[in-house]
């Protein structure tokens, strides 16, 4: 597999409220194929994702120094940015879940696969949408959608598998 660039990629929510709406704070893959998809539109840049272990520090006298330990898992804040548009189904979706404050699913496809006979990278993962601010800007600016996303799951990647023909 080589790198790849990010111009192709689709992210998408869950929004159906009974399936939309994770009941667990550890889905497993078969929870998320179940769900319906709705994909956001003109997404300009869908941050990151992926967890971060907090640093625990000890001091230990006898040799002075400090030792690192991984701490809990934190797959933080993911920061998505959209062209508005005040009539995409993705978009009114994630201004909905904002106000809910409810926790929901979130599907990011990536545009990697290694070849036809390949399907892509896929992330599937919780979040509660904690931000829906619209980013006027100047008189030469695109007006944007900005969302922060609060990840609280872990975060599922499915690799490229091989496409049965």
């Not at 998320?32 to 992926?50: F, H, I, K, N, Q």
């Not at 980013?135 to 975060?155: D, K, M, P, Y």
Request: overall charge negative.
């Amino acid at each position: 597999m080589t790198v790849n660039t990010a111009a192709g990629s689709i992210l998408s929510i869950a929004t159906a409220p009974s399936s939309g709406v994770l009941t667990s704070l550890n889905p497993v893959l078969s929870d998320y194929l179940a769900m319906t998809w709705t994909a956001l539109g003109e997404v300009e840049d869908a941050g990151s994702v992926g967890d971060s272990a907090a640093d625990i520090t000890f001091e230990s006298l006898a040799d002075a120094r400090v030792r690192h330990f991984a701490g809990p898992f934190d797959a933080g804040t993911e920061r998505v940015i959209c062209g508005y548009d005040g009539q995409d189904t993705g978009q009114l979706a994630m201004e909905a879940g904002q106000a809910s404050r409810l926790l929901y699913a979130f599907k990011l496809e990536l545009k990697d696969r290694p070849s036809l006979d390949y399907s892509n990278t896929v992330k599937y993962y919780g979040a509660r949408i904690l931000n829906a601010g619209v980013n006027v800007g100047n008189a030469r600016n695109v007006v944007r959608h900005e969302f922060s996303l609060g990840i609280n799951t872990a975060v599922i990647t499915v690799p490229p598998a091989f496409i049965t023909p």
